[in-house]
Nanobody, 124 residues
């Protein structure tokens, strides 16, 4: 079992920044691929970013490339999502997820564990 706890969400004005954190416990963190997903009201959950075991392999949704940065600290069992130049359309609940097996990181069906989510609201 893996427990994931997100933090760092909140209300920010358009153009602002937030950094989300996701603390993991219960399994060797360095052997988990980690992803961030989001779900806006009335929409399906979508892929945002993911990072492989060592941190060098990353992937992003086209909508956040160059604006968001995913990183991980295996010593702290934590994955981060730095979000810059936020827009109102980034408003959503952001979820952290962990993937045990090696699989496509952008596909949420490949993730085994999920956090409860943290709300990000961007005002215009």
């Amino acid at each position: 079992q893996v427990q994931l706890v997100e933090s760092g969400g909140g209300l920010v004005q358009a153009g602002g920044s937030l950094r989300l954190s996701c603390a993991a416990s219960g399994r060797t963190f360095s052997r988990l691929a980690m992803g961030w997903f989001r779900q806006a009201p009335g929409k399906e959950r979508e892929f945002v970013a993911a990072v492989g075991w060592g941190g060098a392999n990353t992937g992003y949704a086209d909508s956040v490339k160059g604006l968001f940065t995913i990183s991980r600290d295996n010593a702290k069992n934590t994955v981060y999502l730095q979000m810059n130049s936020l827009k109102p359309e980034d408003t959503a609940v952001y979820y952290c997820a962990a993937q045990v097996r090696i699989a496509t990181m952008a596909d949420q069906l490949n993730y085994d564990y999920w956090g409860q989510g943290t709300q990000v609201t961007v005002s215009s």
